[in-house]
């Protein structure tokens, strides 16, 4: 019986790099938010404004999220090896994301209660101390803003497929709108007395968060979910197939492709053809010109 050496036909299944400044970024970003949380939420209580009130609470939930988004990048880096993960621990990262979308749309459901109920029972507010607090908000969901925006891989020029970080990215960018829109509810209900523009910004907020959350769950869903039939690696791997380098005419009788990394798919293909001469190698060969094929599975059924 001869012994074979079969580790020259391993390989690792670790297909994204990871992004490191991201993480430091985000860890940086969940520490300054928890802070500002409490600051807005005692400020909101003391001073009686729902809108600033709102965005306290409203940031806890994005201390969490960035929280979450945090520790994703720590565990997909840490698994990143692991056996059990059969195509990496990239979509770690992923779910991450989704999950902070749907912490968004929660959160958003929440302010909108609480709007109502302060637009039905109208509270006296503190504005000028109120705005002050406010300010200081805004101030340091700009901040963040830059942290994050400068967090990227500068190695990867397509950094904006990093969901988890589009994810962070996208709470701070939420609680700047929330902290615009609670300074304008204070200026008009201290100008001009408009006490119910507090509520109303509130419900606006909400109403933003939603809409830029909805975008995340799509985005992200479609990872989840390996629907990326549509890209357009898939033509490219049926033109080569079917019109490249085989001499005796190939078809594609099943095709799969999903994603693994940022930038990263993974393929299976079965192809039917009258080229006798065609081996999976010739095939793996053939696409390799594609550099996003990151790793192909391939069976060849020869017609007679």
């Given at each position: 019986m001869h012994t074979h050496d079969f580790s020259i036909w391993k390989h690792e299944h670790v297909f994204d790099s990871g992004n490191r400044l991201a993480e430091h970024g985000a860890k940086t970003v969940m520490w300054i938010t928890l802070?500002?949380?409490?600051?807005?939420?005692?400020?909101?209580?003391?001073?009686?404004?729902?809108?600033?009130?709102?965005?306290?609470?409203?940031?806890?939930?994005?201390?969490?999220?960035?929280?979450?988004?945090?520790?994703?990048?720590?565990?997909?880096?840490?698994?990143?090896?692991?056996?059990?993960?059969?195509?990496?621990?990239?979509?770690?990262?992923?779910?991450?994301?989704?999950?902070?979308?749907?912490?968004?749309?929660?959160?958003?459901?929440?302010?909108?209660?609480?709007?109502?109920?302060?637009?039905?029972?109208?509270?006296?507010?503190?504005?000028?101390?109120?705005?002050?607090?406010?300010?200081?908000?805004?101030?340091?969901?700009?901040?963040?803003?830059?942290?994050?925006?400068?967090?990227?891989?500068?190695?990867?020029?397509?950094?904006?497929?990093?969901?988890?970080?589009?994810?962070?990215?996208?709470?701070?960018?939420?609680?700047?709108?929330?902290?615009?829109?609670?300074?304008?509810?204070?200026?008009?209900?201290?100008?001009?007395?408009?006490?119910?523009?507090?509520?109303?910004m509130g419900m606006v907020g909400a109403g933003l968060i939603v809409i830029w959350a909805r975008g995340l769950i799509i985005e992200t869903g479609k990872v989840l979910l390996d629907r990326e039939m549509d890209h357009g690696v898939v033509d490219e791997i049926r033109q080569a197939i079917e019109t490249g380098f085989s001499e005796g005419g190939s078809r594609l009788a099943d095709l799969h492709v999903w994603r693994v990394g940022k930038k990263a798919y993974s393929a299976a293909l079965v192809v039917v053809t009258h080229d006798s001469g065609l081996t999976p190698e010739r095939v793996k060969a053939g696409l390799r010109i594609y550099e996003e094929i990151v790793h192909i599975t391939v069976e060849i059924n020869q017609c007679s």
């Open positions: 802070i500002m949380m409490v600051v807005e939420i005692a400020g909101g209580w003391w001073y009686n404004s729902m809108a600033l009130l709102a965005d306290g609470w409203h940031m806890s939930s994005h201390a969490l999220a960035l929280g979450l988004s945090a520790f994703a990048y720590v565990a997909a880096r840490h698994y990143a090896r692991d056996p059990r993960f059969a195509f990496g621990t990239w979509k770690i990262e992923v779910l991450a994301g989704y999950t902070s979308a749907i912490l968004l749309i929660c959160v958003s459901v929440i302010m909108v209660v609480s709007s109502i109920e302060r637009l039905l029972s109208p509270q006296p507010i503190h504005y000028q101390e109120a705005m002050l607090v406010a300010g200081i908000g805004l101030a340091v969901n700009l901040v963040c803003a830059y942290i994050l925006g400068g967090a990227h891989d500068h190695h990867d020029d397509d950094h904006h497929h990093d969901l988890n970080l589009s994810s962070a990215y996208l709470h701070v960018i939420a609680d700047a709108a929330t902290s615009v829109l609670a300074i304008v509810a204070l200026v008009g209900g201290w100008l001009y007395g408009w006490t119910w523009l507090d509520p109303v």
